[in-house]
């Protein structure tokens, strides 16, 4: 039986946004293999119900662990927000979500406790940002903004784009009035369109991209329970195995836009069975 | 037993965008009642593929049957192309979807034989418009190309909007080189961008309203096929059912932003069940 630091890291998503996360995973813990499904075929999740969205997360764990992954990484803020807690008492695995992350470097490092956060329309109306920053620093002020237009920009490929930016003016006004010093990406999509937000918000606001702070989280809590890979990769297999729920061949287009090297298969299943 | 001229109109689609034919139903023929349903958890189907695309319509169809309903109206353009011609030949109902009356108009009405499609990915990669106008016509040059943001800016409301016009005026920017002379709103979303659309396009072009022509050829067939209702609704029920997959809230106060008059109840159902 093969030692449980090189087994996999499970990396979950709606669909292609949690590839921002994969990402950055890849860049600061390269060592690590990675398994990641897209549900490509019911993305997007940020409209979708609470229960849902925990009925869809579950299956996702399920087909998973049918990968033997050690860990799982819900890369997708909605599915965080939603399901998070519930997958922690369900299993025991380690389950890591990108909210937390996020909310903690936001709260930490706001200077003036004047915090913006922009997502989805299930992201925002849990309010879960708000209120875990609040937990950890109540004095804060929390505006929470839901920009659906973002992740379709996204997927068109307009990162830096005047109509990207005509829409970002629209979105985030509201966040400059307010004054926000700091402003949380709260939608894995989002860090595509950084410079444009960049852009409207202006330099001296503090952006925080959850998929990054999450891949620092992810390092620190493989070595806090020992299971970090320490470079060995005996097996040979391929390090990173693509999943997803429907039209592979789409995401495999857009993952190769994303990542920093180009992926050599994707495979659909059905994850209704699981 | 009730006659089947009183059952109702069985209507599906992937969200919302249906209601834009739901709302030509009830103009054109008020006397008919009307079981909608929106598989807003699974929404969008324009990025998935062919075989989900089908499997989520024959569910839906089950679904439908259990209502009772004494025609199936395919008002998403999507599964018009993928899914129409497999459940003609799995159901003894009448079928009739969205694509052949849109495409019927188009072929008789262009001055030029110069026309343009826009619609999902899905609905222009299958090329169907083109295949079923060159059927009937096949001098004509057909012009096809996906519009993916026009969803999200119907669904955000921004029907009449300066962003919406940059959007439309890169998007329909090669049909105008073209010089298209008649153009098919291929998403039951984009009729709500009409104005927006013909702004663009300029008067001379003409617009072809698949919804609208739906809703003329569903009263043809009712008449042909003798189920049309002689105007005595003798239930004395409410004459229009909605259900949706997921997110009922939602899915109404969209459905009261389209509609001549506001619905009073959305149930959800489990619809992977069917």
């Known amino acids: 039986m093969s030692d449980v630091r090189e087994a996999p ?8 946004g949690g590839l921002t996360v994969v990402r950055e995973i890849m860049r600061q813990i390269p060592q690590e293999r990675i398994v990641y499904f897209g549900d ?4 997007p999740y940020g409209t979708k119900s609470r229960d849902t969205v925990i009925r869809y997360s579950r299956q996702i764990v399920r087909f998973l662990r049918t990968r033997r992954v050690k860990v799982i990484v819900i890369a997708c803020n909605t599915a965080s927000a939603y399901a998070m807690e519930t ?7 380690p389950v890591i979500g990108v909210v937390k992350p996020g909310a903690r470097v936001a709260a930490r490092e706001t200077p003036g406790g004047n915090i913006g956060v922009i997502g989805t ?15 950890l620093r109540p004095e804060t002020q929390v505006f929470e903004k839901a920009c659906p237009l973002f992740v379709s920009l996204a997927e068109e490929g307009w990162w830096k784009d005047p109509i990207t930016e005509a829409v970002a003016r629209r979105y985030l006004q509201e966040m400059k009035d307010r004054k926000v010093d700091t402003l949380i990406l709260g939608c894995t999509h989002y860090p595509l369109l950084r410079s444009t937000v960049r852009k ?8 925080v991209n959850p998929a990054y702070e ?7 809590l493989l070595r806090e329970k020992q299971i970090d890979n320490q470079g060995h990769n005996k097996t040979g297999e391929n390090p990173y195995e693509f999943f997803v729920s429907d ?19 994707t495979r659909q299943i059905q994850i209704e069975e699981f």
Chains 1, 2 share one sequence.
């Open 121 to 135: 329309e299930a992201t925002v109306g849990s309010h879960i940002y708000r209120d875990y920053i609040q937990s």
């Open 9 to 16: 890291i499970g990396v979950f998503d709606s669909g292609v």
């Open 247 to 265: 039209a592979a061949e789409r995401f495999k287009a857009f993952a190769n836009s994303i990542l920093p090297f180009d992926i050599t298969s």
């Open 40 to 43: 490509t075929a019911r993305v």
């Open 214 to 220: 999450t891949a620092v989280s992810l390092r620190e």
């Open 200 to 207: 409207v918000m202006g330099e001296e606001v503090n952006l």
């Open 87 to 93: 997958l922690q008492q369900e299993i025991e695995l």
